[in-house]
Nanobody, 117 residues
Framework: VKLVESGGGLVQPGGSLTLSCVPS????????MRWYRQSPGKERELLVA????????DYADSVKGRFFASKEISENTVYLQMNSLRPEDTAVYYC???????????WGQGTQVTVSS
């Protein structure tokens, strides 16, 4: 199983980015898809989860109202739309796929997001 994130980069404060995550060998309708981030010296932070049953849950307070997760089933892709970006959003962003029964979690390699003027 492989998850590939893309869409990271350098953006100015107040800007927007959209991250994508495309898994291979699994379908997003059978796993809970999650977005995390990790900044240097900090623990990995769960940002949002998209249950396999549908909907979105558990936006972290730090991104609530600014970040929006979605999935496009026909593309087997999950997205993270990030708006009003702040320097403190600088981190490596990861997506994961959590098996609803096994609770085994597969990880992507991460994509760097840097918010700086």
């Amino acid at each position: 199983v492989k998850l590939v994130e893309s869409g990271g980069g350098l953006v100015q404060p107040g800007g927007s980015l959209t991250l994508s995550c495309v898994p291979s060998e699994l379908t997003i309708t059978t796993y809970e898809m999650r977005w995390y981030r990790q900044s240097p010296g900090k623990e990995r932070e769960l940002l949002v989860a998209l249950p396999h049953t549908g909907g979105v849950k558990d936006y972290a307070d730090s991104v609530k109202g600014r970040f929006f997760a979605s999935k496009e089933i026909s593309e087997n892709t999950v997205y993270l739309q990030m708006n009003s970006l702040r320097p403190e959003d600088t981190a490596v962003y990861y997506c994961s796929a959590l098996g609803p029964i096994s609770r085994w979690e597969f990880w992507g390699q991460g994509t760097q997001v840097t918010v700086s003027s």
